[in-house]
């Protein structure tokens, strides 16, 4: 993908300043309203494992892309809420891996359907045609940054 030289600074400030502002206020709203107990990391937790099935804590901070440390906090709490639980390997027993439990789907598919509701109210003023727009630069986007870190 060919980059292209951007010499607006100001303008490139602001689409920054705008993004970091817009995904700290859905993050806000998401937390707040969707779940007071259940914070955006702990939700996409419970999505792979809904999805997945059980998985290692260290197969979750590689698809989080987050530490270990801050995945065993956010794995503790889900723990502490009844959403997942723990269970060592029938095969080696020094493996530990995370299952939902009941409680976890319930209250997955609860965020999931206010979720939907949130990306109504989020997205209404926008067309379609906005939003296709807004889905293919944020493709390229990502496809910059992937290429990116590939590159290191």
């Known amino acids: 993908m060919k980059v292209k030289n ?35 990391s702990q939700s996409l937790i419970l999505g792979i494992l809904n999805e997945d099935g059980p998985k290692k804590i260290s197969e979750l901070a590689e698809e989080l892309e987050i530490t270990l440390p801050s995945i065993t906090t956010l794995a503790d709490k889900l723990v502490a809420q009844g959403y997942v639980e723990r269970k060592r390997s029938e095969k ?21 359907e206010e979720k939907k509701r949130r990306l109504h109210k989020y997205y209404a003023a926008l067309s379609e045609e906005d939003i296709r727009h807004l889905i293919r630069i944020y493709r390229i986007i990502l496809t910059n940054l992937e290429e990116a870190d590939k590159q290191r």
């Open 6 to 40: 951007i010499n607006n600074r100001a303008l490139l400030q602001e689409l920054d300043y705008v993004f970091k502002k817009l995904g700290r206020k859905i993050a806000l709203d998401f937390t707040k309203r969707v779940s007071p107990g259940i914070s955006v």
């Open 92 to 112: 080696d027993r020094r493996i530990v891996y995370l299952h939902i439990t009941e409680q976890g789907h319930s209250i997955l598919h609860d965020l999931m």
